[in-house]
């Protein structure tokens, strides 16, 4: 039932950048905020980024979040091993039955 | 810091109701919307809905029909109820404070639909 949608696998080597994006309509990203969680193997999914582009503390900087129309982006700069996991986008979708919508997924790997 | 965990059946019948409670502590329960989501084995998450402490609730418009979510205060907890289950069920059902910004999540509960 995703409404978002993302490439289903990205990769880099080490220190690379790796971006991801998650494309939606106007009743989602179009006029809501955007939020990435990031789920490592074998775990509950964790908040990685809020309203677009800020990050929880403790993430560290490396991680962020844009948004340009119905379409939002999480950009990981110096890659590193430990970043291998799943990322999810997800916004709130205003159409006729308001609900939370999450992205299909994106599985970062670290070649 | 808050934590959340999920308790419940790990096998359901099919055609039986899903019954899940998501116990918080460290923290109280008011003043905050609480959400479920689930994921199925090898696929995304999917929202199931959100309570506020008020008893207020926003479901999933795919699963609404089947979804009921209350929250209990006095006990810190919150629960959901998916009836009329198939094997399309089954999956990860985790809890998490929030509306939109969810976090903390709790680790999740396998639940299998099966006879």
């Known amino acids: 039932q995703s409404v978002l949608t993302q490439p289903p696998s990205a990769s880099g080597t080490p220190g690379q950048r790796v971006t991801i994006s998650c494309s939606g309509s106007?009743?989602?990203?179009?006029?809501?905020?955007v939020y990435w969680y990031q789920q490592l193997p074998g775990t509950a999914p964790k908040l990685l980024i809020y309203?677009?582009?800020q990050r929880p503390s403790g993430v560290p900087d490396r991680f962020s979040g844009s948004k340009s129309g119905t379409s939002a982006s999480l950009a990981i700069s110096g890659l590193r091993s430990e970043d291998e996991a799943d990322y999810h986008c997800?916004?709130?979708?205003?159409?006729?039955?308001?609900?939370?919508?999450f992205g299909t997924g994106t599985k970062v790997s670290v070649l | 810091q808050v934590q959340l965990q999920e308790s419940g059946p790990g096998l359901v019948k099919p055609s039986e109701t899903l019954s899940l409670t998501c116990t918080v502590s460290?923290?109280?329960?008011?003043?905050?919307?609480w959400s479920w989501i689930r994921q199925p084995a090898g696929k995304g998450l999917e929202w199931i809905g959100r309570?506020?402490?008020?008893?207020?609730?926003n479901y999933n418009p795919s699963l609404k029909s089947r979804v009921t979510m209350s929250v209990d205060t006095s006990k810190n907890q919150f629960s959901l109820k998916l009836s009329s289950v198939t094997a399309a069920d089954t999956a990860v059902y985790y809890c998490?404070?929030?509306?939109?910004?969810?976090?903390?999540w709790g680790q999740g509960t396998l639940v299998t639909v099966s006879s």
């Open positions: 998490a404070r929030g509306d939109v910004l969810l976090a903390p």
């Open positions: 106007s009743s989602n990203i179009g006029s809501n905020y």
């Open positions: 309203r677009n582009n």
């Open positions: 309570i506020y402490t008020s008893g207020s609730t």
């Open positions: 997800a916004a709130w979708d205003d159409s006729l039955s308001a609900f939370y919508v």
């Open positions: 460290g923290g109280s329960i008011s003043s905050y919307y």
